[in-house]
């Protein structure tokens, strides 16, 4: 073996031996149950470990209704090119328009995915004179996103919006511009960013613009499902409004709701943008109709808001602390070893919840993470709280 596969050979053995080796679960789906091939538990389990928020993605009515009523047979299964060349199909457009037009903002993009999102917004328009404050929970893409930059970044605590103000006022003179970036709700504690606060941050110092990632709030919040931005009232101060639609929208891909200057700006300079051959045409027409109907599905919102609530409800009254404020609900356990032992509990009686570990977390929060859909009843939450409380 050479010097690369006896390395490979060797940080495999003590990853196995760490227990830290990730595998890809061969899973079997049916509906909102998965099952483990193979397994230690055979049986199906209820899944509270998908990002499938509303529950879209695993009801076949919504994808039968999209399959008779949008003439699929002559929607293009790929793209064939990037956009820049061939492959801008008249859909992306109107889809693109119907999400500003949702949003009420000048404009749109789509983009192949959250990573590509955020590995590609960020260093095509940082530069030298740019100051980046990023939470310091912000999601790895983000970060990979800021490496690519090369401009100055500081992690500001986990909100901690006075430290981010003090930053703020500490670097003003010495940057053409202050970059401000966050998640809505943040994806492994579940607890939401104060964006009106942001907000305010923003219109005090004008050099800031603001950058929110809504992988988890898009869909779930809002009267009109557009997310936390939406609820909190400041669609409009966000300057780089992102989102995933892998995530509640149930499709695949990204979006970013921007000025048209921004738009024409990404098509020119953004990497991941240009070099790659854009999403199918079929998968963004799927996109427009889930943005089409957003709307109608507030009594998802309501109910999902409901059974978390009780969730988080049952892990408090154990004395465990939880800041979350959603649908993501971790249960910290702190250590590896405690985090699998309940995973494992869990999924003997019948629910695929997942350890979080380290590097994910910081060492020391090693938890379960709950990840809860609009597809999970209120009798299921009752049966799925008494084990909850077998955990400690
Ligand atoms: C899931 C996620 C992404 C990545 O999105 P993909 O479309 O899956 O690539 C980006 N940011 C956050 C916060 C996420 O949770």
């Not at 509303?54 to 076949?60: D, F, Q, T, V």
């Not at 983009?111 to 999601?139: E, R, W």
């Not at 998968?283 to 957003?294: K, M, Q, V």
Request: glycine share 6%.
């Amino acid at each position: 073996m050479n010097h690369i596969e006896t390395r490979i050979h060797n940080e495999l053995q003590e990853l196995e031996k760490s227990g830290g080796l990730r595998k890809l679960p061969d899973i079997i789906h049916d509906g909102k149950f998965v099952t483990i091939k193979d397994g230690k538990y055979s049986s199906p389990m209820l899944n509270l470990s998908s990002n499938d928020y509303l529950g879209i993605a695993s009801e076949k009515e919504i994808q039968e209704d999209f399959l008779t009523n949008s003439r699929i047979a002559d929607i293009p299964f790929t793209s064939s090119s990037s956009r820049l060349l061939s492959g801008n199909y008249q859909i992306y457009q109107e889809t693109e328009s119907l999400i500003a037009k949702k949003f009420e903002r000048e404009s749109s993009l789509l983009l192949g995915s959250g990573y590509q999102m955020n590995t590609g917004i960020l260093p095509a328009i940082a530069d030298k004179n740019t100051l980046v404050l990023a939470d310091k929970l912000v999601h790895a893409s983000i970060i990979d996103g800021i490496r690519l930059t090369g401009s100055q970044c500081i992690r500001f605590r986990h909100q901690d919006y006075e430290q981010l103000e003090m930053l703020v006022k500490k670097y003003y003179n010495s940057y053409s511009s202050i970059i401000i970036i966050t998640e809505s709700i943040f994806s492994m504690d579940g607890d939401v960013a104060d964006l009106k606060l942001l907000s305010e941050i923003k219109r005090k110092y004008p050099i800031v613009m603001l950058y929110v990632d809504e992988a988890h709030g898009i869909g779930v919040r809002g009267e009109r499902g557009l997310g936390v931005a939406e609820e909190q009232g400041c669609i409009n101060d966000i300057d780089f409004l992102c989102g995933t639609l892998g995530k509640a929208l149930a499709s695949a891909g990204a979006y970013v709701v921007c000025s048209s200057d921004v738009r024409q700006y990404l098509i020119n300079k953004m990497r991941p943008f240009i070099f790659t051959t854009a999403l199918p045409p079929v998968n963004i027409a799927w996109t427009g109709y889930i943005f089409s109907r957003l709307e109608e599905w507030n009594n998802r919102r309501k109910h999902l808001s409901l059974i978390s609530r009780m969730v988080k409800d049952k892990i408090t009254s154990m004395g465990i602390n939880c800041i979350s404020d959603s649908h993501i609900i971790p249960f910290m356990l702190g250590s590896n070893e405690k985090a699998i032992a309940a995973s494992e509990l869990m999924q003997k009686e019948g629910y695929y919840v997942l350890p979080i570990r380290q590097p994910t977390v910081p060492a020391g929060s090693e938890r379960l993470r709950f990840s809860l859909t609009a597809s999970v009843t209120v009798n299921e939450v009752n049966n799925l709280n008494d084990k909850i409380e077998t955990i400690i």
